[in-house]
């Protein structure tokens, strides 16, 4: 017995469509996504092998509160950059200890940084501030027991 076979259609698939969607979905994404600006900083990290400046150090306390202290005296932010901008205008080297306390976070701390590298700073170094009262209380202390 002999069946007789039929043809089979061939499937076409219109390409077309199918390239005007691929489109309006690139311009879709296109669209829609946000392109970010990224800012850095540059940090020199110091080397072993150098020997240190020994030149005065300008402290910058940042404490978790907000409270800025340039030396032994607290600033306001406007005028933290107009100091360091006459400090800068002698000497755009003199180095920058930027100290902060717990709790303080890291956009306050890059905000102080901008202002001294706005200001005219090229020598900035960052620091954890230990505060040496309480370390002195905790020795004493480990110390009586």
Do not use: C, Y
């Amino acid at each position: 017995m002999e069946f007789e076979r039929t043809q089979r259609r061939s499937l076409s698939l219109p390409l077309t469509p199918l390239i005007d969607v691929v489109f309006i979905l690139i311009i879709f994404f296109m669209l829609t996504t946000s392109f970010m600006r990224i800012e850095s900083l540059e940090l020199m990290l110091p080397s072993a092998g150098k020997a240190s400046d020994k030149r005065e150090v300008t402290n910058i306390f940042i404490h978790a509160n907000g409270e800025i202290i340039l030396g032994k005296r607290k600033v306001e932010p406007d005028e933290l950059s107009e100091t360091l901008t006459r400090i800068f205008s002698s000497d755009p080297t003199s180095p920058i200890m930027l100290l902060t306390a717990d709790g303080v976070t890291m956009q306050q701390l890059v905000a102080v940084m901008d202002k001294v590298t706005g200001a005219g700073g090229k020598s900035l170094f960052v620091r954890k501030w230990e505060n040496t009262n309480q370390q002195e209380e905790q020795q004493t202390t480990n110390v009586n027991r």
